[in-house]
């Protein structure tokens, strides 16, 4: 399963990104994918999750109301539309994939894509 992760870039506070995770390979085998982020110095964080079936989300308290993840099975892509954007979710973000759970920590994801940097300028 390969992961390729774009729509990153500069941005000003209180603009909008839409994140795309687009998967290859075998991703039938996959549960669903996730987003997480690591800014400068710091822990990699959990974002949002979405099942491929069922579309079963999750986001992180940091992100609601704020951030939406979808999915388009069709295409075997996840999306992330930043609105309000704030400079402390300047980071790379990175998509994962998951064989048998989502959630939020890192361990259970599988695959993972290259990451893309997304920067909030004040």
């Known amino acids: 399963v390969q992961l390729q992760a774009s729509g990153g870039g500069l941005v000003q506070a209180g603009g909008s990104l839409r994140l795309s995770c687009a998967a290859s390979?075998?991703?039938?085998?996959?549960?669903?994918v996730g987003w997480f982020r690591q800014a400068p110095g710091k822990e990699r964080e959990f974002v949002a999750s979405i099942t491929w079936t069922g579309g079963n989300i999750d986001n992180a308290d940091s992100v609601k109301g704020r951030f939406t993840i979808s999915r388009d099975n069709a295409k075997r892509t996840v999306y992330l539309q930043m609105n309000s954007l704030k400079p402390e979710d300047t980071a790379v973000y990175y998509c994962a994939a998951a064989q048998y759970f989502t959630g939020r920590t890192s361990r259970n994801y599988d695959y993972w894509g290259q990451g893309t940097l997304v920067t909030v300028s004040s």
């Open positions: 390979g075998h991703t039938s085998i996959t549960h669903g």
